[in-house]
Nanobody, 123 residues
Framework: QVNLMESGGGSVQAGESLRLSCAAY????????MGWYRQTPGNARELVAD??????????NYDDSVEGRFTISKDNSQRTVYLQMNALRPEDTAVYYC??????????????WGQGTQVTVSS
């Protein structure tokens, strides 16, 4: 079983920063990528940013709405991903979910999700 432990959500004013962390625990064959999605009421969950878990820096991918404001990073040895969120806007308000894509020994990918952490940005 895979468990994703999230931390770092909260309430801030517009323009302020928050840092989200997500650590993966359990029996994982291979991590293809880790990242963050967000969801607001009545809307689908959408990708914020993710990063591949290859040896070295990996490749980061961002939604256009957060490019230049958010930075995703990782610690391979700790199986942890971070999301530094700067210059937050009210429209960033959402529940943020950590995602881990596991690559199995048969080459199939499986999604694992955290429980979600609330980020609220007031104007």
């Amino acid at each position: 079983q895979v468990n994703l432990m999230e931390s770092g959500g909260g309430s801030v004013q517009a323009g302020e920063s928050l840092r989200l962390s997500c650590a993966a625990y359990g029996n994982i064959f291979s991590i293809k990528s880790m990242g963050w999605y967000r969801q607001t009421p009545g809307n689908a969950r959408e990708l914020v940013a993710d990063i591949t878990f290859v040896i070295g820096d990996g490749v980061a991918n961002y939604d256009d709405s957060v490019e230049g404001r958010f930075t995703i990073s990782k610690d391979n040895s700790q199986r942890t991903v971070y999301l530094q969120m700067n210059a937050l806007r009210p429209e960033d308000t959402a529940v943020y979910y950590c995602n881990l894509k596991e690559r199995s020994g048969w080459g199939h990918d499986y999604d694992h999700w955290g429980q979600g952490t609330q980020v609220t940005v007031s104007s």
